[in-house]
DNA sequence: CATGAATGAGTTTTCATTCAT
DNA sequence: GATGAATGAAAACTCATTCAT
């Protein structure tokens, strides 16, 4: 990717991330990336093709993130330990600001089966966890997209409230808050 | 309230679910609430206000919703589950729209400790029977939001996540996301 | 005079002052007065009317202040150092605020034949003096106009530069400039 | 300058001075000055900027005029007479409308003490002819402001008289009066 | 390729005036 | 007479997009 794309996505996200949606102009988006407003026509269609790149990107990114540390060979607790962790971190740490923004899912976006196809391969270390989890009936029957957002997510969650100025929590009760959430997922 | 400040929030609440954001004018309020625009300038003082507002009147009306049909002498099992569903029919019908959207996060906010002391008293009855809970030995000893984002609120995310297009969900499987949340926050 | 519309003049003329044309409301000026919006215009037709009148009111209000403790057994010079020091007076004191804002000119007006007419009668006094002076040869043969402009009103010149801020005077530099502006007009 | 930046500098001066503040928009601008609504707000931040921009460009005008024609080697009242004139001219050829009107009071304002500088510059010819003035006894010993108030300034108030409507005034009476005017300043 | 000044339709906001109470 | 909520036309201002350089 060109420097110069990247360089207006990065800006893009940190706008929304700070302004919102509402307050989003392609003149500001070009200021923050250091590049003239035409020169973000060259890279992207449109406003809408540039949000919609630009949720391509954070998944991307975030898929990349999430997967960090990760081996076959960790138990099926350690591999969600740690993923939920690299979520935490990612989130706290503001490198990806829109997640705990919630605006994500405001982005344009492609349809549902499209979405569905593109989430499987972006996030396969995630599904195959679930998948193998359900196979040894670790885990309950359900959905992988119902699991995730039962357990995984929580991570994200959690760390908007602490963001958003709400919340503070310890090393034990995050530790607490990744056993509990791991408690909803397991068969007991 | 007045008359038509009721009806200019409820105007603009209906234009933000299906405009979103990003398609929402003062006109179009204007004339969705029937009234002329100068006179949305009446009750509040800008756009942002009038958001704002909205804000804190939908919180008002999640709170009154998710209390619904609770009673003290139901169990906590009965109340909680009373309670998720009180919040996904809202969240799935459309009838706060916002809530799911996180699209208010940018607004101009009150500071978190202000914040903090109107939802322990809106939602009186969530942190009743956390606390309960918590009493018996039933809950894990977590600080309530803790525990309300690990459990109730994955009601909220998965209604996101139906709306949203990508998932399908059936009444069993409704049963067994509700069951698995409760497992989140209660001692195994 | 009503009350009301007293207060209403009193108030255009306070806002006129601070906040000039640009920036002048009726409901500011219904605020200022503490009446209603309509009550205004129970006593005026409409804005133009209004800032009108007012042209009338100030007009008399200045007529009435030139001529206190004026007396025709005082001598010319005598008369016209009152007369200044009068102007002097309600410009610095803030009394009749536009004055000095030289946006007086700026309110609407009859045409110059009625202007005129008006004015011989408000300022008899002042017309009285330099027609006086002009039939001893004391002054210049010229229109009394002339004349004014040329010495009684540099008190409100003066006195413009004095509240705007950039002019420090003391009283003798007053004197001398009153005994200069005396020169103006004097045969030499 | 830019060539669009002057244009509507001097669009925005002609409107002033045919329809007065009270008849200024910012499209009416546009339109006289060919320009579109947003070009202007690329050179000015709103409004008020447009407007307090010209008192200076103004500003710079008129102390370029005042000065034409004007060179040392003339005598003192020489100096004065052509300034006089000068400022006569173009008060009354419509030149440099606002000059008149003190329709710039309402402005936000640089401080006392900058303005004081900058007319310093700006005049620096007018302040050389007082100071000359009082150093060879010709002028009485006041203040460069108040000298100016008295004598030269009433070229533009006696211009705005006849533009006005009130006052004709004739070649030789143009002539009486800046006699009268020199002999306010001048020591007898 | 990159620029950034220019555009003008579309937005937010103001405010003179009316009118039911 | 007095009120002030309501109006809506007109104003100020924004911003996605284009295009000459």
Not at 16 to 42: C, D, N, P, W
Not at 62 to 88: G, H, P, V
Not at 94 to 116: C, D, T, V, W
Request: include cysteine; charge should be neutral; charged fraction near 20%.
């Amino acid at each position: 990717m060109t420097d110069k794309k990247e360089r207006i996505l990065t800006a893009t996200e940190k706008l929304l991330a700070t302004h919102g949606f509402h307050g989003l102009s392609m003149q500001m988006v070009a200021k923050e990336a250091q590049v003239a407003t035409g020169t973000i026509y060259r890279y992207f269609d449109d406003k809408d093709d540039l949000l919609f790149q630009l949720h391509e990107y954070i998944l991307g990114y975030i898929a990349n993130k999430i997967s960090q540390n990760i081996s076959d060979s960790m138990s099926l607790k350690q591999r969600y330990r740690t993923m939920w962790l690299n979520l935490w971190q990612m989130s706290v740490s503001g490198n990806a600001p829109l997640i705990n923004q919630g605006q994500f899912q405001n982005l344009p976006r492609k349809n549902a089966h499209e979405r569905k196809a593109l989430n499987k391969h972006l996030f396969s270390c995630v599904n195959q966890m679930f998948d193998e989890g359900k196979a040894c009936n670790l885990f309950k029957p359900l959905d992988n997209e119902i699991l995730s957002t039962l357990s995984l997510e929580t991570s994200c969650y959690l760390a908007r409230r602490k963001i958003n100025g709400g919340l503070e929590i310890t090393d034990s009760e995050l530790n607490a808050a990744i056993n509990a959430s791991w408690d909803a997922i397991i068969q007991h």
